[in-house]
Every structure is written in C-alpha cells, then in structure tokens.
C-alpha cells in the first residue's frame, strides 16, 4: 500500500508568520503534489515536482514556495502567512501515469 | 484552463437504492480518477481509467474519452459510502484537474 506521510496534521499560526509543512512518500514516486481544499473550490493544486531539485508551478502559486530536497520529501513554505491562506493542504504522490496517493492532509490556521 | 464539471453537487440515497456521479470535460482527457472523500477527510482511491469501464464490489466507473466523460455508478448504498467524491483528469501531462465534488448522503 502506497504511503504518504504529512507533519504536522494541525498547525496554527498568526499573519506574518513562517510555516513548513512537511511530505514524505515512501513509493519511490516521481511525482510529488502539493494541493489546498477549500469549501466551494474542491481541491486546487499549489506547486509539483518530478524529482529532487525540480520545481513545478500549479495553478494558485501565489504566496507559496516549495522545495523536492529528496525524491522522498516535498515541503511546502508559506514565508508569510496570510489568513488567506487558512485551508486544508494535502500533499500526494504519483509515477505520473497513474493512480494518485494522498497523504491525511495538514489543517492549518492563520490568525 | 481545462475544466472538469461534476454533477450533480449534491445527492442524498436511501441506503439499498443506488444513482450515478458525471464528469465531463471540456478537452480531451488521457485518464480520469475518482476519489471518496470520507468524513474523516481522507481521499480514498476508488479508480484510474485510462479507457473503457472497471467494476469494484458495488462501484463501477466507465470513461468515454471520445465524448469526454467518465461516471460513477454506486449501487446498494451504504451508509458508509456518504462522503464527497471527486473525480480528477489529466490531458497527457502529470497535472490533474479536480471537479467541484459530489456530496453524498446515504439515509436509513
């Protein structure tokens, strides 16, 4: 069974502030996503990546960085939080020609 | 951008009966997958389809890429099936594009 990883699964932070979410797949996958869930929007995909080093852009980048360090861990950086940005983030992996595996999602808060 | 249409947004079941969920797309789509969102907010892998239909216990979902669409089929519903399911295509690229959601209520 495909494994996906996310940390923390509830983070809450103020406006201004530095937060990482954290991604490990244990698949050996490519693909590595990173999505945000909002009521009214379903979900919506921030930044991917095809292997280490490389960087994708996802259709809602704005406010967001991201960096594959391993094929294994995707992190996602919000440098300056913004309430905006409160959502349901979930990462996923993928071999790119196939089924996609979520990790539990991150419920983050932004005060 | 490509877009994904689902319907209906919302469907309520009385556990036995059944119904099915629709995708269209507005391009031509290589494969679609569906999810189950579960009341704990997992998404839950339910089908890839990069052609034709496939069947899974009380689940079936067939994609027509020609026509550009894909269904799902639920039959004997469960209370458990109720859920929010998705369904996600890509066009011959690694990015998938979500629909809106189906929100599902199976009653006793």
């Known amino acids: 069974e495909a494994a996906v990883t996310q940390s923390p699964r509830n983070k809450v932070t103020v406006t201004g502030g530095n937060v990482t979410l954290s991604c490990r797949q244990t698949?050996?996958?490519?693909?590595m996503y990173w999505y945000r869930q909002d009521t009214g929007h379903g979900l919506r995909l921030i930044h991917y990546?095809?292997?280490?080093?490389?960087?994708q852009i996802g259709d809602v980048p704005d406010g967001y960085k991201a960096t594959r360090t391993t094929q294994e861990d995707f992190f996602l950086l919000l440098e300056l939080a913004s309430p905006s940005q409160t959502s349901l983030y979930f990462c996923?992996?993928?071999?790119?020609?196939?089924?996609?595996?979520f990790g539990a999602g991150t419920r983050l808060s932004v005060l | 951008g490509d877009q994904v249409e689902q319907s209906p947004s919302a469907l309520s079941l009385h556990e036995g009966t059944g119904s099915a969920l629709r995708c269209n797309f507005t391009?031509?789509?290589?494969?679609v997958q569906w999810f189950q969102q579960n009341s704990r907010g997992s998404l839950i892998n339910l089908f890839y389809?990069?052609?034709g239909t496939k069947e899974n216990g009380r689940l079936k979902s067939t994609f027509n890429s020609k026509e550009s669409y894909s269904t799902l089929h639920i039959r004997d519903a469960q209370l458990e099936d109720s859920g929010t399911y998705f369904c996600?295509?890509?066009?011959?690229?690694?990015?998938?594009?979500f629909g809106g959601g189906t929100r599902l209520t199976v009653r006793p």
């Open positions: 389809l990069a052609s």
């Open positions: 698949n050996s996958h490519n693909y």
């Open positions: 391009t031509t789509m290589r494969a």
């Open positions: 990546s095809y292997g280490a080093g490389n960087l």
């Open positions: 996923a992996s993928s071999t790119g020609q196939n089924t996609l595996y």
């Open positions: 996600a295509a890509d066009n011959a690229g690694a990015k998938l594009t």
